[in-house]
């Protein structure tokens, strides 16, 4: 057999735990993101360890997560579920174990709480983007018109 070895980075391990818990019942989010964007969060983040964090070894997995419940829910319940379905996922997708998991829930909401709370966020996000966009084109137009400035006096001393 060759030499040499399976490695994974932390990211991977995260992507796999947030696919693994989109469909946990009662849980509404990891680090106030919707539980079904999380993985797309963590693999486009610069703070992929946001909300889930992993210690990797070469045959075991150590999980924690900061999560957001649903009101109406137990949280052993809710943990129990995690536990199977990470355990499961990570063995299934890489062969490793998971020996510890710790959950700590950072906030309970009911679901019309929560959704508010993410459009509030999205809109700030949106909002946010939107400045930046209009402040860009501002500094794009400022920078033509100083060109544009540079070049007829060039073409009156010449």
């Known amino acids: 057999m060759p030499k040499g070895e399976l490695t994974f980075d932390d990211k991977v391990i995260q992507k796999i735990v947030g696919y693994a818990i989109e469909n946990v019942t009662g849980l509404l989010g990891a680090n106030g993101g919707f539980v079904a964007n999380i993985k797309n969060k963590i693999i486009n983040s610069d703070n992929a360890a946001d ?17 957001v419940m649903e009101y109406g829910y137990n949280a052993h319940d809710i943990y129990k579920q ?7 996922k990570v063995y299934e997708t890489t062969s490793l174990t998971l020996v510890e998991l710790n959950v700590e829930v950072v906030d309970i909401q009911s679901q019309k709480e929560f959704e508010a709370s993410q459009t509030t966020l999205q ?36």
């Not at 909300?51 to 999560?67: S, T």
């Not at 995690?82 to 499961?88: A, D």
């Not at 983007?129 to 501002?138: A, F």
């Open 82 to 88: 995690l536990t199977e379905v990470i355990t499961k």
């Open 51 to 67: 909300g889930i964090g992993v210690e990797v070894g070469k045959e075991q997995v150590a999980v924690d997560l900061n999560v």
């Open 123 to 158: 809109d700030r996000l949106t909002d946010a983007g939107n400045t930046l966009k209009e402040k860009t084109s501002d500094s794009v137009e400022t920078v033509k018109k100083t060109a544009d400035k540079i070049s007829d006096d060039s073409d009156r001393v010449k």
